[in-house]
């Protein structure tokens, strides 16, 4: 749902309250529906090795895993090639659901897989189960409250399970990406392609200023778990709620729910001129 004209200027004062429902956030389901068109055998293999990169093969054979936020569905259907035993996924976005319904159903999983409509915030294992892997692949820094969104996920993990997340890494420029982001998400279209333009004007300089070549750069972008360089520009653009984190604090609040790192992918605070890239962490529940 749309914001009403005379709401139109209220997302400037949209409560903390706000920002967990799906109206505050950017309508990242229209961008997952577009790129969805994208998806092929390459890029699927590309976002295989995304999750081999974390888990090893062996521990998502007969594994039952949970994708919250799966935005396209392509990585819950990377899951499913690497054999796990059943999928669920959940999105807040009913776009991101039904391009995940319909990427999930075109491969003929045979795996049993729901996706629903769901907020991180609903997910309730006593209601849904728990999971052996729990995934959220750059979805709870989008929620509106990422340390309550990491809790909840972590709550869907099994004993001895494996909760697997990425984090836009903190920025200097976190605060100038946050009110950019806010009015971008709320801007008509015109405005979002003019902001785009400008963004890829700006990168393409800076790799030549850098010595790389944009193409080679922009036609590689694949090789990021089967990402596209444009959607990606977009969703970064307006991808809010935006919230950061730095490893340590990830530690510490994963430590304290009983979770120790088997892997992290993480690097210091940057300056993020041109955004911030996801720290990713793979965490172990305690076995009881
Ligand atoms: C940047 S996309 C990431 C999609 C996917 N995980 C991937 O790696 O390609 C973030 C996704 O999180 C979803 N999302 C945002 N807030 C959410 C919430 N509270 N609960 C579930 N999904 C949410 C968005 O709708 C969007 O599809």
């Not at 969805?36 to 090795?49: F, G």
Request: charged residues 25%; proline residues 4%; aromatic residues 12%.
């Amino acid at each position: 749902m749309g914001l009403q004209p005379r709401d139109r200027w209220e997302f400037l004062v949209v409560s903390e309250q706000n920002l967990k429902s799906v109206e505050s956030h950017f309508a990242f389901g229209k961008n997952w529906a577009s790129y969805a068109a994208l998806i092929d055998e390459p890029r699927i293999e590309e976002a295989t090795r995304g999750l081999l990169k974390l888990v090893h093969a062996e521990e998502f054979k007969g594994r039952s895993f949970l994708d919250i936020g799966c935005g396209s569905g392509l990585h819950a259907l990377a899951a499913y090639r690497l054999g796990v035993s059943r999928i669920m996924a959940v999105d807040i976005d009913p776009d991101s659901v039904a391009t995940s319904r319909s990427v999930l159903a075109g491969s003929g999983a045979r795996t049993p897989w729901r996706c629903e409509s769901m907020s991180v915030f609903d997910l309730d294992p006593a209601r849904h189960g728990t999971f052996d892997i729990v995934y959220s692949w750059g979805v709870l820094h989008h929620t509106g409250n990422m340390w309550e969104a990491i809790g909840k996920a972590a709550s869907m993990v099994a004993p001895n399970g494996l909760l697997v997340i990425a984090l836009y890494r903190r920025t200097r420029m976190d605060p100038f990406w946050k009110v950019e982001k806010r009015l971008y998400a709320h801007a008509p279209r015109a405005i979002q392609s003019l902001v785009r333009a400008t963004y890829v004007a700006a990168f393409r300089l800076a790799t030549l200023v850098t010595g790389r070549s944009f193409r080679n750069y922009v036609a590689n972008y694949n090789s990021s778990r089967g990402m596209d360089f444009y959607h990606d520009v977009h969703d970064w653009l307006g991808g809010y709620p935006y919230e950061t984190a730095l490893a340590p604090e990830v530690e510490i609040k994963l430590t304290k729910l009983g979770f120790e790192a088997e892997r992290v992918f993480a690097r210091p605070m940057s300056r993020g001129i041109f955004g911030s890239g996801c720290d990713e962490y793979v965490y172990r529940a305690a076995t009881v």
